[in-house]
């Protein structure tokens, strides 16, 4: 999964979430783009929860 500008958008919207501009250039930068392969070759492919969690971390720590 990717996060997209959309996606935050309908997080916002939806959830009633605030996301401040610096969170969410972090969350974009984390999560926006396909995962490349590590060391071994292997593909961490993140689940939605991986990537709500870590947005609500990234939102707290930069609220």
Same mark, same amino acid.
């Given at each position: 999964?990717i *996060?997209t #500008?959309k $996606?935050?958008h /309908?997080?916002?919207d #939806? /959830?009633? *979430?605030s =996301?401040?501009?610096?969170?969410? #250039?972090?969350i974009?930068?984390a999560?926006?783009?396909d995962?490349?392969?590590?060391?071994e070759?292997? *593909?961490?492919i $993140?689940?939605e929860?991986d =990537?709500l969690? /870590? =947005?609500? #971390?990234?939102i707290?720590e930069n609220?």
């Amino acid at each position: 999964m990717i *996060v997209t #500008k959309k $996606y935050l958008h /309908n997080l916002r919207d #939806k /959830n009633l *979430v605030s =996301i401040s501009e610096i969170a969410e #250039k972090l969350i974009l930068e984390a999560f926006g783009k396909d995962p490349e392969p590590d060391e071994e070759g292997r *593909v961490h492919i $993140y689940t939605e929860q991986d =990537i709500l969690e /870590n =947005i609500r #971390k990234f939102i707290r720590e930069n609220a």
